[in-house]
């Protein structure tokens, strides 16, 4: 599904609509996409009504669908005043211009909103809605900002916070005011799909933290996104970065990386939460003043790399007068990656790290954007150094992020994204499969709680309650071991392939954790402080049959980055993890798997990249070459600034590769049958490896047209139109 979002305005007339589908095709998209962006209503129904009205019937007439992009947090101010605006603690109104964002607790901005879906949809013939950008701006909502009143009428008795505070008050006003961005969005997919809207989506503020358009000091713009993925009706999520805001520097993750182009993968791959999944790729750059010239090709190509890797189903970028005709070369490098999304999406792998909005929300010590280089700091050594592929799951929607992704075997927690004891008994019944599976918790002392009445940094224990009990762990009183240098270790464990230290036996840090082991207890320690007299376990673990439960009382930090991979490698060991498909041997490349067996490498050095394989008695399918690689290929060659896009192929599967659709949902691929369902594009062409007996599309025969090109069997289906279908083969 790649999009190409356009104003009204471009494509006022024929001709220049003729162009944009021209575009359209030869790049190789498959998505119209038009948009209101803070317009005047007047204009709506007025002025720009023909070129709304005409852009969705020349879609629909080309058999594409129509989609259209609301901005949902800039207001023009003709039809809702700025009363409804949201203000900051000293009641100023948060101003862009001449517009204003627009407070999610106002009623006349929600149904605002919804009367533009209702025109767009039942009037204009628009089939997708995406609502655009929910973010807040403001940290402390005013007392003018309608959030106020509704938190006031809800909450009568609390005392409402004067300041970024870290106080009881102050938090409760933090998960608020997410709770009303996430209604917010929900009532207007909900009326979208309820008007007729064959899809809707959102396209959420950023995950990794950002200074643009967010709270001064604390970044936190209060939207979740596994709380907007989750709403039942949406079907997209839209993933709001471009290359600008990496090369003008607005991302913060507290290190050399903040301007890289790596930052892609780890945005979509935090994003992969069950729904559609498009990325935004536009080679302007509109965030330097005066601007509008091209994002740096190197970059470019870089971070579209960089998102490919991390399995999106599509991408978007704009298409309007600025650099039209001078970004070829970006364009090349965007239709080429572009033209493999359609079996990408839903990425898989062993590890998941579970990320808590209730560590993000705090005033002090850490804010959204410190708090979030715990996380980083794990993130970035497994998916860019130790060529690990992480999920991130999220405590809110843990339970459905477990069940979407039975291959993940291992969580990682931390002490500053802290859990319920309902989150953690999500763990304990995942627990109960028949699979080997293992959590690690990371934790130097002190961390956050999940209770809202317990502001401020606590005991680590309190951060995932259970796991010190289940480990057979207790936290002294003082919960900080504080040395005077670096911490020496002894190995104290019975099991050899236990010391996942090797001979690194000095703790890069001198905090960690205090704690000891319960007497009778079942836990076993591993490493404790090298200290005479005395027994301070650092790592230590208790296991069953089928699970594995892991304390590392180092914490994560840069600094131990490389001892927690260790740490990682070894859990992920002892609970059987299948060794990983694919090895980098070189820097700078990244790769996924998805549920599909399509995996993507990016090679971003300007050398050749390899990489190691393990497909086991399977073989890997070109999809750019469209041939199947040699029996037991043990490495993959990957040109400097490239990527390849294959596919997993089982002896007994007869099923290649699928061309032409937007979409690939769902594969059951068997040695006699297959299932697929797929949002079908113009064409849709399946490649297989022998001619199928039969093929069945939404329980309808189909006849085909087939070609055999290098022993591949290419078979069209000619009863297969636009739109979400179900195909039955048979041999």
């Known amino acids: 599904m790649n999009a190409l979002p356009v104003g009204p305005r471009a494509v006022a007339d024929a ?86 964002f627009a407070s999610f607790s106002s009623r006349p901005w929600r149904d605002y909103l919804k009367e533009l879906t209702t025109i767009f949809v039942n009037q204009y013939g628009y089939d997708w809605v995406i609502f655009e950008e929910p973010m807040y701006a403001v940290d402390i909502p005013g007392s003018k900002d309608p959030f106020h009143a509704e938190f006031t009428a809800r909450h009568p008795n609390i005392r409402y916070p004067d300041r970024t505070q870290e106080t009881p008050e102050y938090l409760l006003v933090q998960q608020a005011k997410a709770d009303s961005l996430v209604d917010f969005c929900a009532e207007l997919v909900g009326h979208a799909k309820s008007v007729g809207a064959r899809k809707a989506g959102v396209m959420p503020w950023f995950f990794i933290p950002t200074i643009e358009n967010t709270p001064p000091v604390t970044h936190n713009p209060s939207c ?154 794990v993130a970035k050594r497994l998916q860019f150094e130790a060529g690990v592929p992480m999920l991130t799951f999220f405590a809110d929607t843990l339970e459905e992020d477990l069940a979407r992704h039975p291959e993940v075997q291992l969580l990682v927690l931390d002490e500053h994204f802290p859990l319920t004891s309902d989150e953690m008994m999500a763990i304990s019944r995942w627990w109960q499969g028949a699979e080997k599976r293992g959590l690690v918790a990371f934790g130097n002392g002190i961390g956050f709680c999940a209770d809202l009445d317990k502001p401020g940094l606590r005991p680590s224990c309190v951060a995932c309650p259970g796991v010190f009990e289940l480990i057979g762990l207790k936290q002294e009183e003082r919960p900080q071991y504080v040395s005077d240098g670096p911490i020496k270790l002894r190995d104290v464990s019975r099991i050899r392939r236990s010391a996942f230290l090797g001979d690194h036996l000095t703790l890069p840090v001198n905090t960690i954790a205090d704690v000891r082991r319960v007497f009778g207890s079942r836990a076993s320690v591993l490493y404790e402080v090298d200290i005479p007299d005395a027994h301070v376990p650092v790592a230590a ?74 497909p086991g008695r399977a073989n890997f399918w070109d999809c750019r070459e469209r041939k199947l690689l040699s029996d037991g290929c043990a490495e993959i060659d990957v040109p400097a600034k490239s990527f390849r896009v294959l596919r997993l192929v089982g002896r007994r599967s007869k099923f290649f590769d699928v061309l032409g659709a937007s979409c690939l949902r769902k594969l059951i691929d068997g040695a006699g049958r297959a299932e697929i369902e797929l949002l079908a594009g113009q064409k849709t062409t399946l490649v297989l490896r022998a001619s199928p007996r039969e093929i069945v599309v939404d329980g309808k025969h189909s006849t085909v047209t087939q070609e055999v090109i290098n022993d591949a069997y290419y078979v069209t289906l000619n009863q297969c139109p636009p739109g979400e279908r179900k195909i039955a083969l048979k041999w």
Not at 246 to 272: F, Q, W
Not at 307 to 321: D, I, K, N, V
Not at 558 to 582: F, H, K, N, Q, S
Request: charged residues 25%; contains cysteine.
């Open 541 to 614: 673990e208790w296991r069953d049959r089928a699970t594995l439960a892991l304390f590392c009382g180092f914490g994560i930090s840069d600094e131990t980055a490389g001892i927690a991979e260790r740490a990682i490698r070894y859990a992920m060991r002892e609970v059987d993890c299948p060794p990983l498909l694919i090895e980098p041997t070189t820097p700078d490349m990244l790769w996924s798997a998805n549920k599909h067996d399509y995996v993507v490498l990016s090679n971003l050095s300007d050398k050749p990249g390899v990489a190691r394989a393990k």
């Open 224 to 377: 979740p996104i596994e709380r907007i993925s989750a709403i039942p009706e949406l079907d997209t999520i839209v993933v709001r970065m471009q290359p600008d805001n990496i090369v003008c520097n607005t991302m913060r993750t507290g290190d050399e990386l903040a301007d890289s182009p790596k930052l892609y993968y780890s945005e979509i791959m935090a994003h992969s939460l069950g729904k559609d999944v498009i990325c935004v790729s536009n080679p302007t750059d509109e965030e330097t003043k005066p601007g509008d010239k091209l994002v740096p090709l190197d970059f470019y190509r870089d971070a579209t790399m960089s998102a490919l890797a991390g399995s999106p189903g599509g991408f978007t970028r704009h298409w309007y007068p600025k650099n039209y005709g001078e970004d070829t070369k970006h364009m090349e490098v965007l239709a080429d990656a572009a033209s493999f999304t359609s079996r990408l999406g839903q990425p898989v792998a062993p590890v998941a790290f579970v990320f808590s909005y209730s560590g993000t929300i705090h005033a002090e010590p850490y804010t959204y954007e410190t708090v979030f280089q715990f996380y980083w700091a």
């Open 15 to 100: 001709e220049s609509r003729a162009r944009y589908f021209e575009d359209l095709q030869r790049w190789g998209f498959d998505v119209p996409y038009n948009a209101y962006y803070a317009g005047l209503y007047e204009d709506v129904i007025t002025r720009d009504k023909p070129a709304y009205v005409e852009f969705a019937a020349d879609a629909k007439s080309r058999g594409y669908p129509a989609a259209i992009q609301i901005q949902t947090t800039v207001c023009a101010g003709d039809r809702v005043g700025l009363d409804q605006a949201q203000h900051d603690v000293d009641n100023k109104p948060e101003m862009r211009g001449d517009k204003f």
